[in-house]
C-alpha cells in the first residue's frame, strides 16, 4: 500500500513538474508595466524632448523607418534645423505636428507615403513630446505646455526607452478584425498583406501553414529573438511593444490569422 501511495505521489509531483516547466517555456502575453511619466502643466520644453526621445526609441516605432536611408528620412541632428521652411506657412512645431498627425498631406519628395496618423497609438500630449524632442535636433524648442491640450496634461508619457515600453491609449479594444487589426497596429508600414503594405520584412500572407503559432506569437512580443532568413538588413527595427498596444485577445486573433486559422 506504502509502495503503491509513494508511487501515485511521483507521478503527480513529476507531471506537475513537467507542466510548470513548459508553462514557463510560453511567451508571455502581457508585457510588464513600465514607469510612467506624468506631463503636468508646468512641464518645461527641455522635460518635453527627454520624454520625446524615450517615445522615438521605444514606443512611438519611430526607429523602426527613420534612420534606415531610403526607407524615411534621417531625422536624428538634422529635424529642428529645415523644420521651419518645408511648408509654406507653418512654422516648425507646426509642420513636424502636422507630419506626424497628418503624414499625408506633404511628403518629401523620394519618400512613399507609409506613415500612419500617431494619434492612432499615441496621446495627444505625447505627440508633442515628440515634436519638442525633433525641434532639439539641431533647433530650438518652442514647444511648451501650451501646446497641450488639457484633456491630455496630466497623462502618462509612458515612456519605452530602447524597450518598447508602454506607449499612449493603445489599440481600442473593440477592434477584432484581424485585417484591421494590423492595420491599427501599422504592421503594414513594414509587411504585405495582399496588395496592401510595404515590402520591408516577411509578407504576411506567407505565414499560413508555414510558420506555426507559437513561432509568430514570439515574434509579435519579441521581435528581436530571432530574424526571419533573408531580412537580416533589417534587424531589429521592429518595434517591440506591440504587448502593451494589444489586448491578449487581440494578439491571439492576429496570431491565428497568420497562422491560417481563418
Request: proline share 5%; with cysteine; aromatic share 4%.
Amino acid at each position: 500500500m506504502l509502495r503503491t501511495n509513494l508511487t501515485i505521489l511521483f507521478i503527480v509531483i513529476g507531471t506537475l513538474t513537467v507542466y510548470t516547466a513548459v508553462a514557463n517555456m510560453i511567451p508571455q502575453v502581457e508585457s510588464e508595466v513600465p514607469e510612467a511619466t506624468t506631463i503636468g502643466a508646468d512641464v518645461t520644453p527641455e522635460e518635453l524632448a527627454t520624454i520625446g526621445e524615450e517615445l522615438y526609441a521605444g514606443a512611438g516605432g519611430c526607429m523602426a523607418c527613420h534612420g534606415l536611408g531610403t526607407r524615411a528620412p534621417d531625422l536624428l541632428g538634422v529635424a529642428g534645423t529645415n523644420c521651419a521652411t518645408r511648408r509654406e506657412g507653418l512654422g516648425c512645431k507646426e509642420y513636424l505636428y502636422e507630419s506626424l498627425t497628418e503624414p499625408g498631406v506633404f511628403v518629401i519628395e523620394g519618400f512613399q507615403p507609409i506613415m500612419t496618423d500617431m494619434r492612432r497609438i499615441l496621446s495627444e500630449s505625447q505627440i508633442w513630446a515628440l515634436v519638442a524632442f525633433l525641434q532639439s535636433q539641431g533647433g530650438e524648442i518652442t514647444v511648451t505646455a501650451a501646446d497641450i491640450p488639457p484633456e491630455s496634461a496630466g497623462g502618462d508619457a509612458g515612456g519605452g526607452g530602447g524597450t518598447g515600453g508602454a506607449s499612449g491609449p493603445g489599440i481600442d479594444t473593440a477592434v477584432t478584425d484581424p485585417v484591421e487589426l494590423l492595420r491599427a497596429s501599422i504592421c503594414l508600414a513594414c509587411h504585405q498583406l495582399g496588395e496592401e503594405g510595404v515590402a520591408l520584412g516577411p509578407r504576411l500572407d506567407e505565414m499560413a501553414g508555414r510558420l506555426d503559432p507559437e513561432y509568430i506569437r514570439r515574434s509579435i512580443l519579441l521581435p528581436n529573438a530571432d530574424t526571419a532568413e533573408g531580412f537580416e538588413e533589417v534587424a531589429g527595427t521592429m518595434p517591440m511593444n506591440f504587448g502593451d498596444q494589444l489586448s491578449a485577445g487581440q494578439l491571439e486573433t492576429i496570431v491565428r490569422f497568420l497562422a491560417g486559422d481563418r
